[in-house]
Nanobody
Framework: EVQLVESGGGSVQAGGSLRLSCAAS????????IGWFRQAPGKEREGVLC????????NYADSVKGRFTISSDNAKNTVYLQMTGLKPEDTAVYYC????????????????????WGQGTQVTVSS
C-alpha cells in the first residue's frame, strides 16, 4: 500500500525559506504523479505543484510562481517542495498526494485526481 510522509514544516519569518519532503513508500516501481496541496485555516484545500515520474510538472497556484519549486529524487522515492520568499498567506498545512499509473500530472488539482494522501505538515509564516 502506498504511504506518504511529509516532513520539513515549521515556523519562519516572512521572506524565509523552507524545504518540505514527501517520502513515498509502496510505489513498487509504478509510474506516478505526486502533488503538493495546502489548506489554510478556514479555507479550502488548494493544489500547489505536481511532479511526475515522466518528469512532467504542473503549477496549480499562480500565487507561488517564482517562489516555490518542486523536485524529486527517484532513488529515494522522495518529492521536495522548495519554498522561498515565504509570505504570511503561505501559512497552511501542506499535504502531498499521489496517483499511480501515470507519467503526467493531472491537469486539475481536483482531489479525486489523487488516490493517496499524507497526514500533512504545518507551515507558519510570521510577518
Amino acid at each position: 500500500e502506498v504511504q506518504l510522509v511529509e516532513s520539513g514544516g515549521g515556523s519562519v519569518q516572512a521572506g524565509g525559506s523552507l524545504r518540505l519532503s514527501c517520502a513515498a513508500s509502496g510505489l513498487n516501481g509504478d509510474d506516478y504523479a505526486i502533488g503538493w496541496f495546502r489548506q489554510a485555516p478556514g479555507k479550502e484545500r488548494e493544489g500547489v505543484l505536481c511532479i511526475s515520474s515522466g518528469d512532467d510538472s504542473t503549477n496549480y497556484a499562480d500565487s507561488v510562481k517564482g517562489r516555490f519549486t518542486i523536485s524529486s529524487d527517484n532513488a529515494k522515492n522522495t518529492v521536495y517542495l522548495q519554498m522561498t520568499g515565504l509570505k504570511p498567506e503561505d501559512t497552511a498545512v501542506y499535504y502531498c498526494a499521489a496517483t499511480l499509473g501515470t507519467k503526467i500530472c493531472p491537469l486539475s488539482a481536483d482531489f479525486f485526481e489523487y488516490d493517496y494522501w499524507g497526514q500533512g505538515t504545518q507551515v507558519t509564516v510570521s510577518s
